[in-house]
């Protein structure tokens, strides 16, 4: 249950933005009501502030971006669905315009949440002996960790990927680091970052982050996979460095994700999204049948067949599964009046996935694969593990590149559903092929990243527009 303690001005491209609170037992905690606390008010106790950090995440249940979106956009842009018409021109590349409505909402989603991190560690700051020092390094390592999620997100899905121009000097977006009042007043306009300088952002946040943050909150089955841990921490910082190219880092965070003997693969696929807090999950947006946007807008109701349905699977993902034997085909795929459907997201209360097991050992893999010279054979021993859980047929690639081939198409047939369909094409160098009515956008097209948002480029002339919008 999301519950309004105050309003404040946050994040660019938002005018107005709302830090909201929740606990798990989902009661009343505050004898003010909630709508009347001021800033000092809610940070004035410790069980306040603790009520404020909780707040950041959700706000990452923002409909238009981590209520489930931004997976939806990066996975409707790509091959492994069937273009939905739901969400208008996205799915299309070169019919969508600046004043697109979903690219707008999503771009202010971001950098709403962005502006609750931001503003949480404003107050904080100005409210820091109220806490233990220990507890106040924590709280600030949950809101770097969430606004490092949120650029890493930002940057792949409006600015072309990290290897794109020599030292990625190409243009990224806006890195607001500050809370303010008024993001569009003409002290606190901002230009476009280059994407190496969010990359960098993205690196320096979620590096102090693994430093301050818990190994766990003692909370196995809800907090310790909704909220920013070491692990998490790690784990995104692993895909960061395999995004930018820098193999040998990514293999050392996902090591130290591996090593810790805490997570695993469950026995079965499916089970990751029947249970959310299992052994598979590293981070997750949690979400319940009273959060907004499971009314209408969960993940559940876009990917279900018998919700709204709006996304089902390609004729293309189909045909890469062996439908005799894998259980990604027999437990999270279901045919119904001759159409595909995932299962990855059975109700309307689904979690959004965000980092999980299999993808650590997936990027180990390719990162290894990269970097050898010829067949790594750990390489192929961690993808043989991902595909022996789901009785798939083990790989013997012979090549260095049949085995990044593999790699790339195990990921597909593994990750799929889960937002990161067009940018595993982008950030390997390789364009979006011709599928369905949608025609091919080779690499480096200006249509395979979103617009920036025209309301934005009118507010403030310090914002450049991608190039053919």
Request: proline letters at 5%; glycine letters at 6%.
């Amino acid at each position: 249950m999301i519950k309004k303690y105050f309003n404040t001005k946050i994040g660019f491209g938002l005018v107005c933005g709302i830090l909201v609170l929740t606990s798990s037992c989902q009661k009343e905690i505050f004898e003010d009501p909630i709508n009347s606390l001021s800033p000092q008010a809610a940070f004035e106790t410790a069980e306040r502030v603790e009520k404020s950090a909780i707040g950041m995440y959700n706000a990452l249940q923002n409909a238009n971006f981590f209520g489930g979106r931004v997976l939806i956009y990066a996975d409707i842009r790509a091959t492994d669905v069937n273009p939905p018409t739901y969400f208008g021109s996205l799915p299309q590349f070169t019919s969508v315009t600046s004043s697109e409505t979903n690219t707008q909402l999503a771009w202010q989603g971001a950098y709403a949440s962005i502006g609750e991190a931001n503003l949480f560690m404003k107050n904080l700051e100005a409210a820091k002996n109220v806490v233990s020092a220990n507890k106040a390094e924590q709280y600030i390592g949950e809101a770097k960790f969430i606004r490092a999620l949120c650029y890493f997100y930002l940057v792949n899905l409006w600015a072309q990927p990290y290897k794109f121009t020599a030292n990625a000097t190409h243009l990224g977006v806006p890195l607001v680091l500050k809370s303010v009042e008024d993001p569009f007043s003409a002290e606190n306009q901002l230009p476009r970052a280059t994407v190496a300088e969010v990359y960098t952002q993205i690196e320096n946040d979620l590096l102090a982050a693994e430093n301050q943050l818990p190994n766990d909150y003692g909370d196995p089955s809800f907090s310790d996979i909704t909220r920013a841990t070491k692990a998490a921490a790690r784990a995104l910082l692993a895909r960061v460095y395999l995004y930018k190219g820098d193999y040998t880092k990514a293999i050392t965070f996902a090591d130290k994700v591996i090593t810790a003997n805490k997570y695993g693969l469950n026995d079965d696929p499916a089970t990751t999204f029947k249970t959310y807090n299992s052994k598979e999950s590293i981070f997750s947006i949690g979400m319940s049948v009273s959060d907004n946007p499971n009314t209408n807008n969960a993940l559940g109701q876009h990917y279900g067949a018998t919700k709204r349905g709006d996304i089902n699977i390609s004729a293309e993902y189909i045909g890469l599964l062996d439908q005799t034997k894998d259980l990604r085909f027999k437990n999270l795929v279901q045919q119904v009046a001759g159409s595909y459907w995932t299962l990855k997201y059975p109700a309307t209360e689904s979690w959004v996935p965000v980092l999980r097991y299999a993808e650590i050992l997936l990027i180990k893999a390719e990162a290894l694969a990269y970097l050898a010279t010829t067949v790594d054979p750990n390489a192929v021993a961690l993808v043989n593990v991902i595909r022996g859980r789901s009785l798939a047929d083990i790989i013997a690639p012979t090549t260095k590149a049949d085995l990044i081939e593999l790699i790339l198409k195990e990921r597909r047939l593994e990750l799929a559903f889960e937002g990161q369909g067009i940018f595993d094409f982008l950030r390997t160098g390789r364009g979006i092929p011709a599928h369905s009515i949608i025609a091919e956008q080779p690499y480096g097209s200006d249509y395979v990243i979103l617009p920036i948002p025209l309301y934005d480029l009118q507010k403030n002339p310090k914002l450049v527009p991608n190039k053919g919008y």
